[in-house]
């Protein structure tokens, strides 16, 4: 690609503060546009569509070509302001001048393949963050004490991160065998367990609403599940000026990469629809064979708060739902706590061990 392709004009949507010419952000608290420097703030129009696309049709514009050059490649914009050109990495949608500090945001209509649909705004600031960040700890039994009461030395940086949501109707074959562990006691007195397995077999009809698949290259799944939920109750026709002031990602991964991770969320609703039909145990094998139907899908911008602190000469990155203030599990833990909580499995064990050697 030649610096003739890369080289991008950001158009801004950095209107000036009326008052006094100053940029406006984001106030999460108002939910409105706010000037730091006069503390003026100017609503805005919001609206719910509540967007949902056939999925066949995503496929088709989901351009992969596309996707992989802004992806892949860095992008040379210039700052309307003082003119600077500024490097952006593929992945942000949304950045701001190094050198003169205007908020510039990119218009969902420039970015390569799938447009935004929906976005989460961020429901609190960045000092009302810190404070969540404490009552979270507080609800962490391995966290350490001390962070439960003062949030340590770091910075805290909102961020946007790219997901999709699907809807599916499912149905589903099953066979598989399950079983139950079933104690008796002997004429000698002596207790014995008996494990009984039985087949079983049907179909399964589901409906997955709004199964949420991360598409971004700074967290994972795992990390996602650790922040869920959200309100999808809540959110708002994607808008350039919630991003004011905040960073935002586009997506990773391809529409159809990302629905192939959503069948295995999927799959695991329909196990535990299927497994609450019966009375059981354990189970020794399940196999399942679903078709799908009527999928759709969301492209939606959600809101994260990361906290990289340090504890203990160490760097952490925990992350917290910037709607709801719900703390994910990437943070320290106590080696005092988990020493305790190992002591007191092993201490449980070797008292069963000796109830059974006692009754024998």
């Given at each position: 690609m030649t610096l003739e392709e890369n080289q991008v004009l950001l158009k801004s949507t950095n209107d000036k503060c009326k008052n006094c010419g100053g940029d406006l952000t984001f106030d999460p608290s108002t939910q409105?546009?706010?000037?730091?420097?006069?503390?003026?703030?100017?609503?805005?129009?919001?609206?719910?569509?509540?967007?949902?696309?056939?999925?066949?049709?995503?496929?088709?514009?989901?351009?992969?070509?596309?996707?992989?050059?802004?992806?892949?490649?860095?992008?040379?914009?210039?700052?309307?302001?003082?003119?600077?050109?500024i490097m952006l990495s593929g992945l942000d949608i949304s950045t701001c001048c190094p050198y003169c500090g205007s908020n510039y945001v990119s218009e969902s209509q420039s970015l390569p393949?799938?447009?935004?649909?929906?976005?989460?705004?961020?429901?609190?600031?960045?000092n009302s963050a810190g404070d969540l960040f404490i009552k979270g700890m507080k609800k962490k039994f391995f966290a350490p004490s001390k962070l439960k009461k003062k949030l340590p030395e770091g910075t805290i940086q909102g961020i946007y991160v790219p997901a999709f949501t699907f809807d599916a109707d499912t149905n589903t074959t099953y066979k598989g065998r399950l079983y139950n562990d079933k104690t008796y006691t002997d004429s000698k007195g002596n207790s014995h367990t008996k494990r009984e397995y039985f087949s079983i077999s049907g179909t399964q009809d589901c409906y997955h609403k709004d199964v949420v698949i991360e598409s971004s290259s700074r967290i994972n799944d795992k990390i996602m599940r650790g922040l869920l939920p959200y309100n999808f109750d809540n959110d708002y026709d994607y808008d350039?000026?919630?991003?004011?002031?905040?960073?935002?990602?586009?997506?990773?991964?391809?529409?159809?990469?990302?629905?192939?991770?959503?069948?295995?969320?999927?799959?695991?609703?329909?196990?535990?629809?299927?497994?609450?039909?019966?009375?059981?145990?354990?189970v020794d094998y399940l196999n399942l064979n679903t078709s799908y139907y009527n999928e759709k899908y969301s492209y939606r911008i959600l809101p994260i708060y990361s906290f990289n602190i340090i504890w203990k000469k160490k760097n952490y990155m925990v992350f917290m739902n910037g709607q709801t203030g719900k703390v994910g599990n990437q943070y320290p833990k106590s080696p005092l706590k988990i020493a305790l909580v190992v002591f007191i499995g092993i201490a449980i064990l070797a008292g069963l061990v000796v109830l059974w050697l006692y009754g024998k």
């Open positions: 409105d546009l706010r000037c730091p420097n006069c503390d003026s703030h100017f609503p805005f129009a919001k609206t719910q569509t509540a967007r949902k696309h056939n999925l066949s049709e995503g496929l088709k514009l989901d351009d992969s070509n596309a996707h992989d050059k802004w992806a892949s490649s860095m992008k040379m914009v210039k700052c309307q302001t003082c003119g600077a050109e393949g799938l447009k935004p649909d929906e976005i989460i705004p961020f429901m609190f600031d960045h350039t000026n919630f991003a004011r002031g905040y960073s935002i990602e586009h997506y990773n991964e391809s529409l159809s990469v990302s629905f192939e991770k959503s069948k295995q969320k999927m799959e695991e609703e329909i196990k535990s629809a299927i497994l609450r039909r019966y009375d059981y145990d354990g």
